[in-house]
């Protein structure tokens, strides 16, 4: 069983290292900006008894997410964690400027290398989920929640993809790409065919339809109809032949071409661009497919969707039942940052900056098991 799972059945609070498995190096310092190691060591010969509380926020509105990932690596690498005390938020959590999300109080030369790493892991998961659940809201703003796919997989390094898929599901979005997205919180990828595929049968949509079909009987029938650039021809080539078995049909049209349809009816051009997977489009489809009596056939769009993109379509009533979302998704926009500002129980922090109590952090309880493996 999953460790989310089990959080979600409320066995346990956090995920734990049982699920980050982070690179042992962590330990030797490996990860951590020199300052902070030599820092330690000073301490740790001249200071060893000083206390410090440590203090992580960031200045937007934005989802939280990262602690519990924090938090496993302070209990995995700190030396003697059970002696630090800890308050956080939780993942998921909406938090406001300059809100505190996590403190460390302890022994400075126990975790103070770990700074950094903890900055870099709140920053990336949360500016993911944040972009993520802006995307899901504006996909949503027609009045009918409509999902959101994660395909992030080509627009970042593939070691990413398990955090930034656990950040994505943090911020609304259950159906990705890939099985490494899914790893800390779900089952497997989803997917059906990439333009890769109809090339195998030289631009023959139907032909790759029937051979994904045939390899994978129990999936729900999803077309790539734009390799032609003919989004209509091809929808209802595939709708003909499939009927009821065809769930949907996805568009993904380069934003440097105007679709044939267009070409074949000029005189709806010049109100708008033309290009890409672009509204007037969308609307076409969808009334050539009812036409036909493909009511059924659900329309999937991807290439280039960035939540303003979608408010967009959204605001048009555009008849999108999908949307297909990635790079925006993963653009690294929200940073943190990490102050000493107590020593001992007492106010010091460099200028301008203050302890900041707030009420809704909770207290991390250690269990010698969140040490993990």
Not at 218 to 233: E, G, P, R
Not at 284 to 293: F, V
Not at 339 to 348: S, T
Not at 350 to 373: A, C, I, M, S, T
Request: with cysteine.
């Amino acid at each position: 069983m999953k460790e989310i799972a089990r959080k979600l059945n409320g066995e346990i609070s956090r995920l734990t290292n049982k699920t980050f498995k982070f690179d042992k190096r962590v330990s030797e310092g490996w990860f951590s900006a020199v300052y902070f190691l030599k820092t330690r060591d000073i301490v740790a010969d001249q200071l060893p008894e000083h206390k410090v509380t440590m203090q992580f926020f960031q200045k937007d509105t934005a989802v939280l997410c990262g602690t519990d990932e924090a938090i496993a690596l302070i209990h995995t690498f700190a030396e003697n964690p059970e002696e630090l005390e800890i308050h956080s938020l939780k993942d998921g959590d909406k938090i406001s400027p300059y809100e505190t999300v996590l403190t460390i109080t302890g022994p400075y030369q126990l975790f103070g290398f770990l700074e950094g790493i903890i900055d870099g892991i709140l920053a990336r998961r949360t500016s993911v989920a944040t972009n993520v659940y802006n995307v899901v809201k504006a996909a949503r703003s027609s009045g009918r929640q409509k999902p959101i796919i994660f395909m992030g997989d080509r627009d970042d390094h593939f070691t990413q993809q398990s955090g930034d898929g656990y950040a994505a599901f943090i911020g609304g979005s259950t159906a990705q790409a890939t099985h490494a997205m899914n790893e800390w919180w779900g089952k497997e990828g989803m997917g059906t065919m990439p333009h890769a595929l109809i090339q195998m049968f030289k631009g023959d949509v139907v032909a790759a339809t029937k051979a994904y079909q045939k390899q994978f009987p129990n999936d729900q029938l999803m077309a790539l109809v734009d390799y032609n650039n003919d989004v209509i021809t091809d929808s209802l080539k595939v709708a003909r032949e499939f009927g009821d078995e065809l769930k949907g049909v996805r568009v993904d049209t380069s934003q440097n071409l105007v679709d044939k349809y267009f070409l074949r009816n000029q005189h709806l051009m010049g109100t708008f661009d033309p290009r890409g997977v672009n509204p007037e489009l969308i609307f076409a489809l969808r009334r050539s497919l009812d036409k036909e009596g493909y009511r059924h056939v659900k329309i999937v769009v991807s290439g280039g969707f960035t939540k303003e993109r979608i408010r967009a379509f959204e605001e048009k009533k555009v008849p999108v039942d999908m949307y297909g979302v990635g790079g925006s998704l993963l653009k690294i926009g929200i940073g943190f940052t990490g102050d000493n500002v107590l020593i001992n129980g007492e106010p010091e922090a460099k200028e301008g900056r203050r302890y900041k109590v707030n009420p809704r952090l909770e207290y991390v309880q250690f269990h010698k098991e969140d040490e993990g493996e």
